[in-house]
Each structure stands twice: as C-alpha cells, then as structure tokens.
C-alpha cells in the first residue's frame, strides 16, 4: 500500500509505502528519477551501484540519491518495510550532509540518522498495528526531522521544468530564468539533489523515453531516439545502458517477459528485472 503524505510533505514525497511478501525477481533495477529512503523491517537486502562493483548487504535499510547508473536491489525470498520514494530535492531536508555526497553511493539508515533513533524507529514501525500505523509512524518521523533548507525553493522550481519539459530545456535558459549563474545552480542542485541540472535533465529524458515505448510490438529505435532528442542512435544506445545496465534489444525482452509473468503487476515499468 501507498499513500501521498499531509502538507508539507507532500511538496517532498511523492509517497509513503509499505511492502511486504516476496518479490517477482530477486534482482530488480531501481528506476530513474529516483531518491529513496528505506527502512528494512525483514531480512537484509542487496544494492549493487553500476556494474563494475560488489553488491553490499544492507540490514536496517538504506538512504539513496539521484543515481547516475544503473544499480540493482537484490531482495530476500521475502521482503518486508516501510519507505519514501521522494521528489528529486525532497531528501535534502532530511540529510546531515550534501546530497552529492551519497551521490551512487547508498548508504545505512543508520548513518543518516544514527543508530539509536534508527533502531527505536525500526521497534516501533515493526509493533506497528499494520501497516496504516506504520506508514503515520513513518510520516511523524519524517515531520519530526524535517529541517529549512537553504536554496530549496530554486532548486524545487527549476526541477518542476525540467520534469514539465521531460529534460528538453536548455540549462542556460534555466539559469537565466532564476537569476543565478549557471555555476551557482549547478553547485546548489549538487547539494540538494546530488547531481547536476543537466544530469537531471537526462534523466527524465531517458525515463520519459523508455516510457513511452510499447514492448509488445516492433520498437522503431531510430525513431524513437531521434523524437527524444538523442543526436543519434548510438548515443542513445549509450544511455541505455548506463542507465539500465541492458542494451535497448535486451531491455525490450526483460519488460516482455515481465508482463508475460507478471500481467498487470503493480511494479510494471519500473523497476524491473535485472537479468
């Protein structure tokens, strides 16, 4: 189950959920645009953050940023807890450090939070009277850290265009629109959300792309890249796999067998599996 938190959360979160049960796959691909943060209630799960690196196990959950590459959450045979899928700027409040400092680097609950408040909450979200409870722990807990956070209303503004335009805006223009230089943007948007306007901007072009393609007929990627924007099929083919670890051919015959397995699943689109 999810659900959109109370104001002023909401202008942060897209939404509170609870999962629990077992996976489709034991691999998945997070999806991108994607800022996370995810109290473990059941056993350790597994995050692998591009593909050259080891995956690290993960026990009382995980705070993760924008990513810039692929990266893979591998779940137990059943999986239970409680998490925020946030707004690009919407987990910089809640951080002790710049968001560029966790940029493809996921980390613990506890070392946001630190160990004694982490374990306390985990206590009480896992005596929780199901899962409504939960998810208004969860959101009290969330009201009760939630800090002012300096330059969060440029960075806010100018991610909402980039998300209306699905990244199709000139970054100048961006700038010039908010008063500040390029530079100043750039530095505060690594801050706040961890990556830059421009790759932020990529990665709602991206998303928005692959979204659009139907995978159950003959995919035109020549075309396809060609409306997004992409300067030709190749650098297109470049970004796929930087953001999904696939190629284009490969991806069409995951999401294939994902809906012939899985016809009508919730998590359909995004994420997905892994291999």
Excluded at 121 to 147: F, K, S
Aim: with cysteine; aromatic share 10%.
């Amino acid at each position: 189950m999810s659900r959109v938190p109370r104001p002023p959360l909401d202008g942060l979160i897209d939404d509170l959920y609870y999962l629990e049960g077992a996976p489709p796959y034991a691999r998945l691909m997070l999806p991108p645009p994607a800022a996370l943060l995810i109290v473990n209630l059941g056993a350790p799960f597994r995050i692998r953050a591009g593909a050259d690196l080891e995956a690290a196990e993960y026990a009382d959950g995980c705070v993760v940023t924008m990513p810039t590459r692929a990266w893979e959450f591998g779940y137990p045979p059943w999986t239970r807890s409680v998490g925020v899928h946030f707004k690009p700027w919407g987990l910089a409040p809640f951080l002790p450090m710049p968001a560029a400092e966790l940029c493809d680097r996921p980390v613990t609950v506890e070392q946001v939070w630190a160990r004694p408040a982490v374990a306390e909450l985990r206590e009480r979200l896992a005596t929780a009277d199901g899962p409504h409870e939960m998810l208004t722990l969860l959101e009290e807990e969330l009201l009760r850290r939630l800090c002012e956070t300096a330059g969060l209303g440029l960075v806010r503004h100018t991610s909402r265009v980039i998300a209306a335009t699905t990244g199709a805006v000139p970054i100048g223009d961006l700038s010039v629109a908010a008063g500040v230089s390029s530079t100043q943007l750039a530095l505060r948007f690594k801050e706040l959300v961890g990556v830059t306007p421009k790759r932020l901007a990529r990665t709602y072009r991206f998303a928005a792309t692959v979204f659009a393609l139907d995978p159950a007929g003959p995919v035109d990627w020549a075309g396809l890249a060609a409306r997004a924007g992409y300067f030709d099929q190749a650098h297109f083919g470049h970004e796929f796999r930087a953001f999904t670890g696939l190629t284009p051919t490969r991806y069409v015959e995951v999401r294939r067998r994902f809906q012939r397995e899985h016809p009508g699943h919730v998590l359909d689109n995004w994420p997905l599996p892994a291999d």
